[in-house]
């Protein structure tokens, strides 16, 4: 592509910008709302010299990407809803493996099959789930199409920086939409860069083995507790990412991510318009959870509205940490609807008169 | 003329080595190695260098090198 | 004057001894497809993958690049390894009971794809690491703990026969051996290497899948194993090639 403006849908985005981060190898299986990602590779990779499998099921999708990143290629491969919950045991290999991989969930409603359009009801399984064992991944949640493109690049930096699987979470309204989007040059990653990776050995070189870095660490879990904590802190200190619009002297702070915190931008404006001191925390990323997004809220905050297409209202919990239980938490759930920003303003409203209901 | 390394270390005692040897020069000696295994002993005069031993055996305890 | 050496594969001998039972068939199926490798001169090249099974102790022994991955998808991953490595020889060394029963799927898709892998499956009639229970190549009447009065087809079907699954299918590659005698490991071997050539001329899915045995799940002594290799499972699993693109 000579001209790198151009407005793209979500989906197909996220599979361009792949590409152009070097990811020359896909591997996945249909399920709506993501099923384009798959469908723009099975002929675009080609184009760019790599291969797009669609694989019979999930799980096969996400052990060819185990082999392909243990052989040091960017990989890539996508699911939603209740394929990204067939994923899982792969995941807990990946993180136990130290791969870098980057996997993508386009959230939808509801459990069992629920439905197609867009929620935020993945948030749990991608923030605490992932496999068993002490997992943890770090996930980012794109709010727009430009986003998404610039996520997909630091999602591969993060997954090598520090040999763990990155997700890549944004709900099925920003998979489908389409917006004005500026691409990335095309770029190419070296298979070869990594010393770790399989690759046959030279003459001297001992074999490397892609398999439970427990086993290489002193005393096995004595010494892989102290790694895997490390690890983990070190992704805890240091990835924390977040927007903050209007928080240090807000009455009332929203919290939300994906297409909800783009509603309550419009609700923030709007709001300040009628002298109303609305502010938003807009999560980048929900693993690690922006703790530090937090520090912001000022004195004046006298709730938080959790705004969140779920019907638990997954957030909760987290919110409740970050603030150490010392503000009263509100909620806006819309489970499968976009939230309104006029519905985010009421409620806001209801909170500073004392009438809203506490959720925890 | 053929020499027989038998590597102690390596063998589990399987004992499969002893009914591949067409010459029967296989024996189980009753020495245990370190582990606990009942190793093999070869009579290497008799030894005609076909290498049944060695590819029957699952640990590759046994190399066998034969001069035409 | 000629030397002719019997001898495992330098690779091998510099690891430490395998973690495999007395009279394990891995450690005997495993070594045949090393040799097969070092003799094509791509041992150091090659990368094997292994799932969680008693496969995975060769990983131990063997000084190539490996790579182990969940049980039932190590044919999955090597198929994702060669499709970044072309130029590697890449292998999936695994069992019945992952290569049957979870990842079945990914057994036959991979065929399906003719993905340019070679795949060696131990059949040994029981799920070996976990403690001999019932696997899919199990016989019927075989006691195992999973099916201490034996296996019966109402409840658990018959056992499976990969070579029947596979006929007709557009794959390089298909054959059976067994390692009971040295006569059957030599033919064994053949196959093996057949199915390397194949990859490394790139023909697609070529599977071994060789009869050995499991004495200590078997509960039988490692001569007593073999005997019953001969006697009932090649009566069940007859040897031979089955598939051989371009000749039968």
Redesign the interface.
Known sequence: MADNEVIMKGNEALAEAAIRSGC??F?GYPITPQTEILEYMSWRMEEAGG?A?Q???E??GA???????????R?LSTSAGPGFSLYQ??IS?LVG?DLPAVLVDVSRIGNALGDISQSQGDYELIRKGNGHGDTMVIALTPASVQEIVDDVQLAYELAEKYLHPVIILYDAAIGQMMEGVTLPEMSEHD?NKFDWS??????GE???????VSYFCDDMYVGYEKYLRDKYQAITDNEQRWENVEVADAEVVCVAYGISSRVCKEAVRNARAEGIKLGLIRLKTITPFPVKAFEEIGPDCKGIEIVEMSIKGQMIDDVALATKCNIPLYGYLTSYLVPDSEKVIEVAKDILAGKAEEVL | MAQIIYDKTRCKGCHYCVDACPKKIITVSGELNDKGYEVVEFDESQCIGCGSCYTICPDYAITIIKED | MATKEFKAPEMLRTGDPTGFCPGCGHGTVGRLGFEVLDEMGLLEKSISVYDVACDSLYMWAIDTDCVGTAHGRAIATAAGVKRVRKDCPVWAYVGDGASYSIGFQHTVWSAVRNENITVVIINNGVFGMTGGQMAPTTLIGQKTTSSPAGRRADVNGYPMDITKILTGQDIAYLARGSIDTVANINKTKKYIRKAFEKQMNNEGFSLVEVLAPCPTNWGLSPHDSLERIRNEVMEVFPLGEYIERGVK
């Not at chain 1, 399989?198 to 003459?203: H, I």
């Open positions: 020359r190898f591997s291969e499998i694989t019979e099921d799980l096969c052990y060819m990407l185990f082999g392909a990143a243990a052989a040091g290629a990989a045991e792969a290999y493996s298979i399989v690759k046959g050995v030279k003459k001992h074999g490397r083995k892609i398999t439970n």
